[in-house]
Nanobody
Framework: QVQLVESGGGSAQPGGSLTLSCVAS????????MTWVRQAPGKGLEWVSG????????YYRDSVKGRFTISRDNAKNTLYLQMNNLQPEDTALYYC??????????????????WGQGTLVAVAA
């Protein structure tokens, strides 16, 4: 049974940092691209970041470039999102997703066949 379990969310002040983790089980993690998406209250899904199965290629949406870093540890079956210089507009529920292949695709939900339950990030002064 495929499972993705996110953790690491919480409250932060503007300029603060948080690191999200997504522990994967039930599939060969190293064979699949992964993504982080987020959904703010009352808004649609935003693709935040993506990473190839071997970590050799990554994607960031413009608003998080230079502030967020996606990484993975295939030996630990874990995906990470290091978030620095957090801003109120980063407030959202963050989800990790498993791509059906070894790369990532942006904005195409049907390419992802498993999602975690989400972890909440709240940024306020």
């Amino acid at each position: 049974q495929v499972q993705l379990v996110e953790s690491g969310g919480g409250s932060a002040q503007p300029g603060g940092s948080l690191t999200l983790s997504c522990v994967a089980s039930g599939f060969t993690f190293s064979n699949h691209g992964m993504t982080w998406v987020r959904q703010a209250p009352g808004k649609g899904l935003e693709w935040v970041s993506g990473i190839y199965s071997d970590g050799s290629d990554t994607y960031y949406r413009d608003s998080v470039k230079g502030r967020f870093t996606i990484s993975r540890d295939n030996a630990k079956n874990t995906l990470y999102l290091q978030m620095n210089n957090l801003q109120p507009e980063d407030t959202a529920l963050y989800y990790c997703g498993k791509h059906s292949s070894d790369y990532y695709s942006i904005g195409v939900e049907k390419d992802y066949d498993a999602w975690g339950q989400g972890t909440l990030v709240a940024v306020a002064a």
